[in-house]
């Protein structure tokens, strides 16, 4: 059984819940999830099962779509209603286009800071495993992409919001950095992740009713699940060459006229999947190899 299982995932349950339930239906080891979801969020994880699990990276690289609510005006140590109450503040006197300006602001590249409780590792320990000790590290800022707030709705002090961001964007510092801004603190309350990659909610199957006589139905080739990425076309006599990880600088092993450098599904002139590649100054390079 080789393949994606798009899954949505109900709250009060891990991503570690999901992986061995689909590891009992599919009577496979071989299973791995495409990015974290907090026990108490919902909402899209792929699963990728036996071959699949060779383009988990690559789907954890694509864009993520996030519907969250915060409240203004708390903090807490993991930045969501599981930590610890900190400390408090009225938000009475923010006006809805002030905190509207703020979110909005954080559209674009910036620097985010990871919370303390994350899966993150510094000199080889998990922060969350600090955090837990009281001890509070430095953390350096990672740059992350924020293409779009959308569907914003300020009913102070509670907004919500739908965010589409890059991968390693940790919402719940968002929410977090946007409080700051507005000097009032705040705190994710709910969230649920609805798109990742091609993958999304309204095409999902609950984890619950997920079963060994449903599961083939769901199962989503590993060819469709890289469905993000363009394609291009190679000749049969470079075909070789690439299968067998030779970069190649010839500019005809194509017959696509501009090839970026970025990474690309790869196929021969008789439609075969040949797997993920990608060009630099140096030529094209199979990436990661598919085929069966």
């Given at each position: 059984?080789?393949?994606v299982?798009?899954?949505?995932?109900?709250?009060?349950m891990?991503?570690?819940?999901?992986?061995?339930?689909?590891?009992?239906?599919?009577?496979?080891?071989?299973v791995?999830?495409?990015?974290?979801?907090?026990?108490?969020?919902s909402?899209?994880?792929?699963?990728?099962?036996?071959?699949?699990?060779?383009i988990?990276?690559?789907?954890?690289?694509s864009k993520k779509?996030?519907?969250?609510?915060?409240?203004?005006?708390?903090?807490?140590?993991?930045?969501?209603?599981?930590?610890e109450?900190?400390?408090?503040r009225?938000?009475?006197?923010?006006?809805?286009?002030?905190?509207?300006k703020?979110?909005?602001?954080?559209k674009?590249q910036?620097?985010q800071?990871?919370?303390?409780y994350?899966?993150?590792?510094?000199?080889?320990?998990?922060?969350?495993?600090?955090?837990?000790?009281?001890?509070e590290?430095?953390r350096?800022?990672?740059?992350?992409?924020?293409?779009?707030?959308e569907d914003?709705?300020v009913?102070?002090?509670?907004?919500?919001?739908?965010v589409?961001?890059?991968?390693?964007?940790?919402?719940?510092?968002?929410c977090?950095d946007?409080g700051e801004?507005?000097?009032?603190?705040?705190?994710?309350?709910?969230?649920?992740?609805?798109?990742?990659s091609?993958?999304?909610?309204?095409?999902?199957?609950?984890?619950?009713?997920?079963?060994?006589?449903?599961v083939?139905?769901?199962?989503?080739?590993?060819?469709?699940a890289?469905?993000s990425y363009?394609?291009?076309?190679?000749?049969?006599?470079?075909?070789?060459l690439?299968?067998?990880?030779?970069?190649v600088?010839?500019?005809?092993?194509?017959k696509?006229?501009?090839?970026?450098?970025?990474?690309?599904?790869?196929?021969?002139e008789?439609?075969?999947?040949?797997?993920?590649?990608?060009?630099n100054?140096?030529?094209?390079?199979?990436?990661?190899?598919?085929?069966t």
């Amino acid at each position: 059984m080789n393949g994606v299982l798009n899954i949505f995932k109900p709250t009060g349950m891990t991503s570690f819940d999901v992986v061995r339930i689909v590891k009992k239906v599919c009577n496979t080891g071989k299973v791995g999830h495409t990015g974290t979801l907090d026990p108490e969020a919902s909402g899209v994880l792929p699963v990728c099962v036996g071959r699949a699990t060779k383009i988990i990276d690559y789907i954890m690289d694509s864009k993520k779509v996030y519907e969250v609510v915060f409240k203004l005006g708390i903090r807490t140590t993991t930045y969501d209603l599981e930590g610890e109450v900190l400390e408090e503040r009225n938000t009475e006197s923010l006006k809805d286009e002030d905190i509207l300006k703020v979110v909005n602001s954080f559209k674009g590249q910036y620097s985010q800071i990871p919370p303390m409780y994350s899966a993150l590792k510094q000199n080889g320990v998990r922060l969350y495993e600090l955090a837990r000790k009281g001890i509070e590290v430095e953390r350096e800022g990672r740059l992350i992409t924020i293409y779009n707030i959308e569907d914003i709705k300020v009913n102070n002090p509670y907004v919500s919001m739908k965010v589409t961001c890059s991968k390693g964007t940790y919402i719940r510092s968002l929410c977090y950095d946007i409080g700051e801004k507005l000097g009032v603190f705040a705190t994710m309350t709910e969230l649920n992740r609805s798109a990742t990659s091609v993958f999304n909610q309204e095409q999902a199957i609950n984890i619950n009713d997920l079963n060994s006589d449903n599961v083939n139905e769901y199962l989503i080739s590993i060819e469709d699940a890289l469905n993000s990425y363009d394609t291009i076309t190679v000749g049969m006599r470079y075909k070789k060459l690439l299968v067998n990880g030779v970069r190649v600088a010839d500019t005809r092993f194509t017959k696509d006229k501009v090839i970026c450098e970025k990474l690309y599904r790869v196929y021969d002139e008789e439609g075969n999947f040949i797997g993920l590649g990608e060009k630099n100054n140096n030529g094209f390079k199979i990436e990661k190899l598919l085929m069966t």
